[in-house]
């Protein structure tokens, strides 16, 4: 199937942890994504890469870590996770930057 | 500011028409999109406009836009219970990003 998939679907860990998401594309696009949604389902960019490359990073705390290991991958790393982290974490992905995004399934972290 | 304003709830019957609305803030935004959220699920892209056309028909969908007042709207014709979800829309800005809305469920009554 074409798609971008992410794993884990769900996440349950304890405060003070550090977890990956990891985010794979085979729709062949240059630009990758990671979207936020609280509990009130606001939706709200954290990173986009476009080539392997940073383009955007909206004053997310530098606990995230997005890596980039080829334009297929764009995996998200968070260190000492915090309680307001809980939140489905989405992966994105568009051919260009002006082109339509394609979203993964999410995944519902919840940090106890 | 960034602020993209949609209502939160609409209820329908089954077999009515649906019109869900968003208003927007940037008029450089090119493309504005619609996107489909079912419980526990991603968002599925429904229909995008491009900002120099106001208004796109696919199938059961018809988007239109008025750019003058920063307004888009979603029509479902004939809507089926299988179309209760939330919908965002979301206009596009620089390097990609997308502002959403704050989202509409819409529930259908049979």
């Known amino acids: ?112 | 500011g960034e602020d993209v304003e949609q209502s939160l709830f609409l209820s329908v019957r089954e077999g009515d028409s649906s019109v869900i609305n968003c208003t927007y803030t940037d008029s450089s935004s090119t493309y504005l999109y619609w996107y489909k959220q079912e419980p526990g699920a991603g968002l599925q892209l429904l229909t995008y406009i491009f900002s120099n056309m106001d208004m796109k028909q696919d199938q059961r969908l018809t988007v239109l836009l008025n750019k003058k007042d920063k307004h888009l709207s979603l029509r479902i014709a004939d809507t089926q219970t299988g179309d209760s979800a939330i919908y965002f829309c979301a206009e596009s800005k620089l390097g990609g990003k997308l502002i959403f809305g704050q989202g509409t469920e819409l529930s259908v009554k049979p």
């Open chain 1, 1 to 112: 199937d074409t798609a971008v998939s992410q794993t884990p679907k769900y996440l349950v860990t304890q405060m003070g942890n550090d977890k990956s998401i990891k985010c794979e594309q085979n729709l062949g696009h240059d630009t990758m994504y990671w979207y936020k949604q609280d509990s009130k389902k606001f939706l709200k960019i954290m990173f986009s890469y476009n080539n392997k490359e940073l383009i955007i990073n909206e004053t997310v705390p530098n606990r995230f870590s997005p890596k980039s290991p080829d334009k297929a991958h764009l995996n998200l790393h968070i260190n000492s996770l915090e309680l307001g982290d809980s939140a489905v974490y989405f992966c994105a992905s568009s051919q260009d930057i002006r082109s339509e995004q394609y979203f993964g399934p999410g995944t519902r972290l919840t940090v106890t």
